[in-house]
């Protein structure tokens, strides 16, 4: 080996060292989304777990008993304003729990009503509101569209990187309420996936109340097009144990406002299955 190349080889294991050295895993990794104007950049730092100590979102979880932590959660979605609104509107908007509706041994086994349902994962079944009529979709029956707005929290034991939610729970997620929402469409009121596209734009924080709206696009035969977004609202939790779940400052429950952040988008194709009379239905309107 000529004596360049054995310099070049002492030249990089040197430097690879020396990077190992300096490496911090405390580093703001948090800074890597900066780049550019957003404004989560703040609160993606102030997620990021300490080496030296346990998260604040963690430790105060802990010191709140499942029941406490649900029943806050549930407070406070009926102070969103949003979804005081869709209340308002129940003529045209019908408010549905559909995973409490599944019954108990079926249950235990869904994926989003069973496993995920918990202290850390989902604190309570999500919310869902649907409108069926006509939205303008460009479909050969306008009165098989359909709208859903859905309300939950993701909680810090669904994260994929320390601080961040996994992506792969938004794809479930998007997935869990396109079903709901594409159920109108179908005489059988089920439709299974045949392709679902997620565009990923910001990190997803946990300890965070989520808004999902979707909407059917287009309705052809057997087939549905639906179409959604995602964004977190700004409140961060969990709130103090003596605040009672009630927030003061609306402005933190409000899409629109300073520090709601929309994490992503998807669209999805689903198909009514040619089996569907052999099927258990979970999504009946």
């Not at 099927?279 to 009946?284: H, L, Q, R």
């Amino acid at each position: 080996m000529s004596n360049l190349s054995q310099t070049a080889r002492r030249l990089f294991r040197s430097q690879t060292l020396s990077a190992f050295r300096t490496y911090s895993p405390a580093a703001p990794i948090a800074r890597l989304h900066q780049q550019g104007p957003t404004r989560s950049a703040v609160v993606h730092d102030q997620a990021l777990p300490s080496q030296a100590e346990t998260p604040s979102f963690l430790s105060q979880a802990q010191s709140q008993s499942p029941q406490h932590e649900r029943t806050t959660l549930e407070t406070l979605v009926s102070q969103i304003p949003l979804v005081q609104t869709l209340r308002e509107t129940h003529s045209t908007y019908k408010e549905t729990r559909p995973h409490l509706a599944i019954p108990p041994p079926i249950r235990q086994h869904h994926f989003v009503g069973g496993s995920l349902d918990g202290p850390g994962k989902l604190a309570f079944a999500p919310y869902m509101w649907l409108s069926t009529g006509k939205t303008g979709a460009q479909s050969e029956s306008n009165d098989r569209a359909s709208n859903v707005v859905s309300v939950f929290h993701i909680g810090q034991d669904l994260c994929g990187h320390p601080g961040f939610v996994h992506g792969g729970l938004l794809s479930v997620l998007f997935d869990e309420v396109f079903a709901r929402c594409v159920s109108a469409a179908f005489p059988s009121g089920l439709g299974m996936t045949a392709n679902l596209n997620v565009n990923y734009r910001k990190p997803a924080l946990p300890d965070r109340m989520y808004v999902l709206r979707t909407k059917t696009v287009k309705v052809e035969g057997r087939k549905a097009w639906v179409e959604g977004k995602m964004t977190y609202l700004p409140l961060a939790l969990p709130l103090s144990t003596d605040s009672h779940g009630v927030v003061s400052d609306a402005t933190l429950l409000q899409e629109d406002s300073e520090g709601a952040v929309m994490v992503a988008e998807a669209t999805a194709l689903f198909i009514e299955p040619k089996f569907a009379d052999s099927m258990v239905s979970i999504y009946s309107n």
